[in-house]
């Protein structure tokens, strides 16, 4: 069974989730986008059972509703989310803060009728391997 392990950005939050996750979806909610300040946020979800803080405390607020959203308290990295409402015994981890994201691409788009209109054609974008010219 394979070990997925990532944290916060200054590495006070360390965490390990086991074995394949349920999905690997990106978000386009407006909670989720508020909460990361980015157009969509990459999930991982995993059972549970299968999660676990390994290093450090998480802070965890209620964002909406039954939403739970856990961030480093030192440099606000936000890390996962619980909603025993809609995902009862799911811990989506965001799947950027993995130690190897490559490991988990997305499946799905999710919420998508909350996308931000310019997102849908965001493909079709100029890209730079770093920064323009």
């Excluded at 980015?38 to 979800?45: C, D, G, I």
């Excluded at 739970?68 to 811990?91: K, Q």
Aim: aromatic residues 8%; glycine residues 10%; hydrophobic residues 40%.
């Amino acid at each position: 069974m394979t070990d997925h392990v990532g944290g916060c950005q200054c590495g006070a939050v360390r965490y390990r989730a086991r074995g394949a996750p349920k999905h690997v979806a990106l978000c386009h909610c407006a909670d989720c986008r508020k909460s990361a300040g980015a157009p969509m946020v990459a999930w991982a979800a995993w059972a549970e059972a299968d999660f676990a803080v390994t290093q450090g405390e998480a802070k965890t607020i209620n964002s909406s509703g039954a939403s739970l959203r856990s961030f480093c308290p030192d440099c606000g990295t936000g890390l996962y989310f619980r909603n025993e409402d809609a995902l009862p015994g799911i811990v989506d981890v965001q799947s950027a803060t993995l130690d190897d994201p490559d490991a988990l691409p997305p499946q799905v788009h999710i919420q998508v009728a909350e996308r931000i209109g310019w997102m849908e054609t965001q493909t079709a974008l100029p890209q730079f391997e770093r920064y323009p010219g």
